[in-house]
């Protein structure tokens, strides 16, 4: 159990998990299901993760990473490409008025 738990802590999928501790899907299911000890675990492991991912993302982006930025843009706060370019062309006349 203690493998499976930390393989989750590194991001590894259930899958993985089953894969690298010969245990099948259906046991760890089980497992989450009876062992509230073990199901904690593993949600703690998983969030821990996410989190560390998520700050590291985050002071990449404050440090001037653009590309992490827009990742973070995109992801987290669901900015989206329109794909269509503004074509608006704003000319001023003389007397500092749009025109």
Not at 25 to 50: C, G, H, P, Y
Request: aromatic residues 6%; hydrophobic residues 40%.
């Amino acid at each position: 159990m203690d493998l499976i738990v930390q393989m989750t802590a590194f991001g590894s999928t259930l899958e993985e998990c089953c894969f690298v501790s010969g245990v099948p899907v259906r046991t760890i299911t089980s497992w989450r299901k009876a062992d509230a000890t073990f199901r904690e675990n593993m949600d703690s492991a998983r969030l821990k993760m996410q989190h560390t991912l998520k700050s590291t993302a985050f002071k990449l982006a404050k440090g001037g990473d653009k590309t992490m930025l827009i990742f973070l843009l995109k992801t987290m706060c669901g900015l989206r490409e329109s794909g269509a370019l503004d074509t608006t062309i704003i000319v001023e006349d003389g007397i500092g008025q749009t025109v």
